[in-house]
């Protein structure tokens, strides 16, 4: 019996852990303007710039804010909001690609 509880409950915790906020990572593309944003743990490609993460700030979910760096425009600052549909990135929707 113990060892069919056991079984259980990890089971339903294995369960648990794959559900839930999954993050914002992947490639998104805004369908109005044609536009590709891929945004990964360690890199954003947003247009035709590549900017590093530096940092991310998940404090604010659904609002994730990655710091970052580009060779062109110096630090800048992603403000992406995790939607239904997929991501919002100053003011446009994005769909999961």
Do not use: H
Not at 21 to 48: A, C, H, M, T, W
Not at 67 to 83: A, C, M, P, Y
């Amino acid at each position: 019996m113990k060892k069919l509880l056991a079984v259980c409950v990890i089971g339903l915790a294995s369960f648990l852990t794959g559900c839930g906020d999954d993050g914002i990572y992947g490639s998104y593309v805004n369908k109005q303007y044609g536009v590709r944003l891929d945004v990964q743990k360690d890199v954003i490609k947003f247009r035709d710039g590549v900017f590093t993460v530096k940092e991310w700030d998940e404090s604010k979910k659904p609002v994730y804010i990655a710091r970052t760096q580009n060779k062109d425009l110096g630090s800048w600052t992603f403000k992406i909001e995790k939607v239904k549909q997929g991501v919002v990135y100053q003011g446009a929707v994005f769909e999961k690609d």
